[in-house]
């Protein structure tokens, strides 16, 4: 096409871009009305470009909208009366996403495509184009399409290409932002091949000089072709580009191919002849720079490549510092929990023994002292687990409300010591009885209440519970907590969740703590899959917002409601408030609303006389129950009481039961109290729950002898003999000490071994005589898990209690499945200590007095008599079932209720075909409570298996022992 008409297109093409909206009149195409109307209501159109889609459209170096398309639209403009506009910046794939929402109204160069068709109409084409692969040219094993079946290939991302290879799933595709880098990918040898337009695909080599790839046409049915797509619902405008592209004469196609498409076939070197001297002069010049530049954009690919391998070595080492950091704080806490056991044995000791009133209180300073630093240890611990993604969730049923209660009583002497007033309001609607990691939940709100506490000087602690979100069985819990402290602003607020941060650095001298707290806050808060928000002014305190998920127990809150609920009948009584504190009215109402009871509120003793006057007359509801705050009470409401005494005197009427509620116990005055005669019948500390409420109903109006019986505390299980022996294998000398002292006071025989040798060799010599063995992890000359896996494989079935200050979860799991009975982390209560070693040691001396596991004339019968078949499954048994006891307890313990029916399925047959008739009949108690997910019985159920595998396994072993030695006589 000659130069001059081209550049009379390009002008002609930003004038019609550039003009003010309008419909040309004038135009050559002939409209109908409603396109002409169409027109002047819209007369700029909106295209959308590729950028980079040479040589059909791109934007040229000028940031001119160029190419084969940009011609064609400029000829519809002048033979339409249509104006174009376009965004240069705009990417490809922010196109299409404009497209798909009608905020572009025209595609210039796009194939037809089924995805496109749902949004777009196409006109006809008026464009062909070839398709091909692009390969290095010493690759000799591609030769056509088939053979990139099971190879990844290179393709431009939301293009028709993209498309083409859904045709082919055996072929891989990696998606490329544009042309130019995906053939840079091939030429690097990244990617074997790309698939693309082949004019496109060889613009883009030469002008990147890349000389060593090779084009392969890719022959395809139907022609592959371009048309232009329309907005769905704008067929009008499709009708008249239509009719723009149909008014092109054959000849102005014809030049503008020739000038766009020419230019892109391999040179010509046929006109090399017919140039002059002076013109190959210049074009060796060119080919010298184009060299010198190529050169030079490859030594800057090589560079870019080796900044991002040093990029990701840097990042590979951060991780590395990363995991040693969490290792490192799990070794500290290990090395600390050490000597802490020692000092914990010792008060423990200490508090046995008779000491004196000033010796009680410096011991209970030093017992306080080791919490307050144990409960920093376990913040280190718990933030390198969350850290290292260690933790695992439950899902057990629970009480919101208990939960909040058993805190708030944590910190109660806390809020009495400064005189805070702590207020807990929970919504009506909000379930209380909830399925979920009850002990996360009471570790997150742990953290805050204590910091709430912490850094409230004067004021008060409110705690509000709602539920953002309940659909059948879901729900999400919202928990905020107000105080009035120290607050912060919004710089120090940016960094309080990050590990080992405080506030400012005199935070942590005048308050004390880690910086870990909020850190492991927000750790469960996202594993939880909740979230944490939080609102503080500086000098007037903090609100932290916790929105976690549960599901609701629906069965669980149907059968609370008991016959006592039943019988009470709380919905029929009447309740009257004489209540002046705002904050107590406030939660007594929404209690006593929640389940139903009808009350009155008044202010002053006057207005509660009239009411309880005018109650003994009329035909109402009469009051039952009188509830009064510590402020009306100590005004000492004397002719109130007075007449409520003489009142309940008249046996014709319903005594009325009076609770005091009280922010602060200790400023209750016993000589008014139940005491006397006029004192009230129940007292309560504020704040009161629900369960608290609730049984504070059944106290005050149900007969004492249809309450609930009260659940006696379990007793701790202590040996009265002394004939029982326990092995403590223990390095560290004052815990040996604390751990022989514990044990002998408790009466127990005790041997102590240095080291995991000294313990091992003492059992061969004497392991009959042993009843239990105390093994630490990590000791000299050999440790603990080589001294239990020694000791195992001497007996199967003697109790190994594993004592140990390492608490990371992969300790735990190594040591249960070498074969410990139970891991007891250090410090460890000695109540707890004495607890566990007693119940192993009876069950094992039970087992050792006589129980027969395994049923061996049952098992021969299975097996039609044959001892020597009997014999081979014996041995399959122990070899195949030595460990799986152990998996069953992990994969319970870990919520993996799918593997662990498994396994006990498998146990349950294997044991079958032995004659293990009891852990048979275990195992399917087991797999039936399976079904039904978590429970108590069913973990009580597993661990009753796990101790009858032991026995079965034992037996087994001395079976095959007495069959294949008499065998060989």
Partial sequence: MPKGIANKLCICLICTLCMVPSVCFSASVALSLDEAAFISAHPTIRIGIDREFVPFEFIDSNGT???????????????????????????????????????????????????????????????????????????????????????QVAVQVNTFWEGFLNDYPLIGKRQYENV????????????????????????????????????????????????FAVRKDWSLLASIIEKGVQSISEQEFNEIFDHWILVEKPTDYSLAIRISLFAGALILFVALVSVFWIRKLKQEIINKDNTQKDLEIEKQKAEFADKEKSRLMARISHEIRTPLNGINGTTYLLEKSELSITQRRYLSIISGATHTMLSLINDILEYSRIDEHCLALQEIHFHLDEIIREILSLEDWAAK??????????????????RGDSGKLSQILTNL???????????????????????????????????TGIGMTAQQVEGIFQPFTQADDSISRRFGGSGLGLSIVKGLVTLMQGTIDVFCELGKGCTFTVA??????????????????????????HALLVVKNKESVAAVGSLLTSYKIKYDLVDSERLAISLLEADSYEAVTPYCLLIMDAVSWNTRPRQLLDFLAGKNKNKTKPTVKTLLLLEDDSNFNPLESKDSDNGPDLVLSLPVNSSVFYNAMLGLFLPEDSLPSPVP???????????????????????????????????????????????????????????????DLHMDVMNGYEALAMIRSLNKRIPIVITSADLLEIAKTRALGLGASEFLGKPYNPDELIQISSELIINYRVFEAGTRCIDIDEGLLRVGGDTHLYNLVISSFLQEYEQESVLLMTQIKANQYIQAFETVHKIKGACGSIGATVAQTLAAQVQSLLNEGYSQEMLEKAALLETELRGVLFEGARWKERYETSYRK
């Fill in 65 to 151: 909208y160029s190419g084969i398309s940009s011609e064609i639209l400029a000829l519809i403009a002048a033979n339409t009366g249509l104006s174009f506009t376009y965004d240069s910046a705009l990417g490809w794939d922010d196109t299409v996403e404009k497209a798909k929402i009608q905020e572009i109204d025209l595609l210039p160069a796009v194939a037809i495509t089924e995805d496109r068709k749902q949004y777009l109409t196409f006109t006809s084409p008026y464009i062909s184009f070839q398709q091909s692969i692009v390969i290095k040219n010493t690759n000799t094993s591609i030769k056509g399409i088939e053979d990139l079946f099971n190879r």
């Fill in 449 to 483: 209440i204590h910091n709430a506490m912490k850094f409230t000087l004067q004021g008060s602690i409110d705690v509000h519970v709602s539920v953002q979100l309940k659909e059948n069985d879901h729900c999400i819990i919202v928990i905020a907590i107000q105080d």
């Fill in 180 to 227: 130019e880098k995906a053939l840079l990918a091939v030429n690097r040898g990244e990617e074997v091949a790309y698939i693309g337009n082949e004019t496109s695909s060889i613009y883009w080599a030469r002008k990147l000089g890349l000389s060593e790839l090779k084009f392969i046409p890719l022959k395809q049915e139907p022609e592959q072709q371009l048309s």
């Fill in 548 to 573: 976690l998920p549960f599901k609701i127990d629906h069965q669980e809150e149907s059968s609370g409601c008991n016959d006592c609920a039943t019988s009470l009948r709380l919905d029929c009584r």
């Fill in 713 to 775: 505390e379990p007793e701790i299980v202590r040996i009265k003999d002394t004939h029982y022996r326990v092995l403590v294998v223990e390095d560290n000398k004052i815990n040996q000490i604390i751990c022989n002292e514990v044990l002998t006071r408790s009466g127990f025989q005790v041997t102590l071994a240095s080291n995991g040798k000294e313990g091992v060799e003492y059992f061969k010599q004497m392991g009959d005589e042993v009843d239990l063995i105390l093994l």
């Fill in 417 to 434: 010591q400064k005189k805070l007033k702590v207020h807990v309001r929970i919504d009506e609607d909000v379930p209380l009885v909830l």
